[in-house]
């Protein structure tokens, strides 16, 4: 099946620091790669979907500025978190769409487990 | 907004016996998938169904999607430890895709 890797897999970090996290489809080639957020016992919230080549779309609530989203290829999509703080720790997963159409399966990444102090 | 919610939220069961859990949408999805997630681990997915009524099995389990396509639901027959985990279903409103509040299953040898 298709895999995702994402990198790293957990990172510690100050407040205030930025901190990039990479999604990579190793097999197949995603125009679109999602990014979710997980807090624990909870489910994944959505919070943008990353388009190869052209601006990502954030949902509701999502600030733009703190996450930047980049989709510089077919197989690389990063998030980082600019300025993280104590309430930005989370689980962070991303995911690829094999193909073009919006009911294409999703693949996961194992998740970024980011703890800000 | 859209919701999509899942019963129960946390289900204990004895090994050996069935595992149920629900999924109710408040709008109509294009789809349903579902997907498994493994404490500590990320989604991987099961399965999707896109028909009304649609009914597909995998082993011991079997997915349904509702016939107004509101509604789905997972059944696993005689869970076995390997079982544990919390299971999402998902579903698309139009290009939007959400994620269901998931079902914790817990297997008690």
């Known amino acids: 099946g298709a895999v995702v890797s994402q990198h790293p897999s957990w990172v510690i970090c100050k407040s205030g620091t930025s901190v990039k996290i990479e999604c990579r489809s190793l097999?197949?080639?995603?125009?679109?790669m999602f990014w979710y957020r997980q807090f624990p016992k909870q489910s994944l919230m959505l919070m943008a979907t990353?388009?190869?080549?052209?601006?990502?779309?954030?949902e509701q609530g999502v600030e733009k500025d703190k996450f930047l989203i980049n989709h510089a290829s077919l197989t690389l999509s990063t998030l980082t978190v600019t300025s993280a703080h104590p309430e930005d720790s989370s689980f962070y997963i991303c995911?690829?769409?094999?193909?073009?159409?919006?009911?294409?399966?999703?693949?996961f990444g194992p998740g970024t487990r980011l703890t800000v102090l | 907004g859209q919701q999509v919610m899942q019963i129960p939220q946390y289900q204990h069961v004895q090994e050996g016996e069935d595992f149920t859990t629900y999924c109710n949408s408040s709008?109509?999805?294009?789809?349903i998938q579902w997907y498994k997630q493994r404490p500590g681990g990320h989604p991987v997915f099961l399965i999707q169904?896109?028909?009304?009524?649609e009914v597909k099995k995998q082993k011991r389990l079997t997915f349904q999607f509702g016939e107004a396509k509101k509604n789905s639901s997972l059944h696993i027959t005689a869970t076995q430890t390997t079982d544990v985990g919390t299971y999402f279903c998902?579903?698309?409103?139009?290009?939007?895709?959400?994620f269901g509040t998931g079902t914790s299953l817990t297997v008690i040898p």
């Open positions: 998902a579903g698309h409103f139009g290009n939007q895709f959400y």
């Open positions: 709008t109509t999805l294009s789809n």
């Open positions: 995911s690829a769409r094999d193909g073009l159409t919006p009911t294409d399966t999703q693949y």
């Open positions: 990353s388009n190869e080549g052209s601006k990502a779309t954030y």
């Open positions: 097999d197949f080639q995603a125009t679109t």
């Open positions: 169904l896109v028909k009304s009524g």
